[in-house]
């Protein structure tokens, strides 16, 4: 014979332990960040540039046109002369930069939308007691092999309204639980302190900088010379090292907001021990 019991209600499931192999949260879904007043504070003792010099070139070239005009004939040539590039060098040393021993700044208020996040899973999770409340079991059929009773036939048999006062349950066991999308809704991290962090030196390499400003002609007239003298300019800054000293930087920020947040999870290796079930109502029994 097969038992059939087509729906169970359980008033109250008290678990005495609950214990979830792993857990997978994600991708996780937020539909805004929204960042309050976010203040980063730096100090230092400035910062220095080594060995700074500047190096200014000049290439110059220069165009001549000499006309003559004498009776019965003319004389008129020209051409271009290089002058060459002509350099000179200012090295100022080591120059210390003003301004940034003290740094701060403000961001009032910062939105990003649309943002992804990952989280690694959880392993050994280990949620303790729990009661579980209105639970509903529906087409439960015992034992799945059925079973006889020597010297008892029975064609059929319906009973209704049965109450079982309390029942326990040692363990129940899920090998795996995966959930639809669990929106989240709206979360809020208030007044966040960053942990203070400082760096002895920052040190950069070389850097090296190039300037190519517009060209210059100096137009002289001579009558029957012509003369125009070209120079073309350029500069080159050169540094050894870029070293920021003793720095050190703390940030605060008044609030974060994560609007619209939405999270599938997943449970591996579901255990629930010491089940103790105070009341379960079943509506009717069939015995088949």
């Known amino acids: 014979m097969l038992t059939t019991i087509s729906e169970a209600d359980i008033k109250k499931l008290a678990i005495g332990d609950i214990s979830v192999g792993q857990l997978g949260i994600g991708p996780i879904r937020i539909g805004q960040l929204v960042v309050d007043n976010f203040e980063l504070n730096a100090e230092g003792d400035g910062a220095l540039l080594?060995?700074?010099r500047l190096t200014i070139n000049y290439a110059m070239s220069l165009d001549w046109h000499f006309h003559v005009a004498v009776p019965g004939a003319a004389i008129d040539d020209g051409g271009t002369v290089d002058l060459g590039i002509q350099n000179f060098q200012v090295g100022f040393g080591d120059v210390k930069l003003p301004g940034l021993e003290n740094l701060k700044i403000n961001v009032a208020n910062l939105?990003?939308?649309t943002l992804a996040a990952a989280v690694a899973?959880?392993?050994s999770l280990k949620l303790g007691t729990a009661v579980a409340e209105d639970v509903k079991i529906q087409n439960v059929i015992l034992p799945t092999q059925g079973f006889t009773i020597a010297g008892l036939g029975l064609g059929g048999l319906k009973i209704g309204g049965?109450?079982?006062?309390a029942a326990t349950l040692d363990s129940f066991a899920i090998g795996r639980l995966t959930g639809d999308a669990v929106p989240l809704g709206d979360m809020t991290l208030p007044n966040l302190a960053l942990p203070g962090a400082s760096v002895a030196d920052i040190v950069s390499q070389g850097v090296d900088v190039n300037a190519v400003p517009r060209p210059k002609a100096f137009h002289i007239d001579l009558g029957c010379l012509d003369l125009v003298i070209k120079i073309a300019p350029s500069a080159e800054a050169h540094i050894d090292q870029l070293l920021i000293r003793n720095s050190s930087a703390n940030a605060s920020i008044g609030k974060i907001e994560l609007h619209n947040v939405v999270a599938?999870?997943?449970?591996l290796n579901l255990t629930l021990a010491h089940l103790g079930i105070e009341t379960i109502s079943v509506p009717q029994v069939s015995v088949a």
């Open 264 to 267: 599938p999870y997943e449970l």
């Open 121 to 123: 899973p959880v392993a």
């Open 111 to 113: 939105k990003a939308d």
């Open 162 to 165: 049965v109450g079982v006062p």
């Open 50 to 52: 080594r060995n700074f």
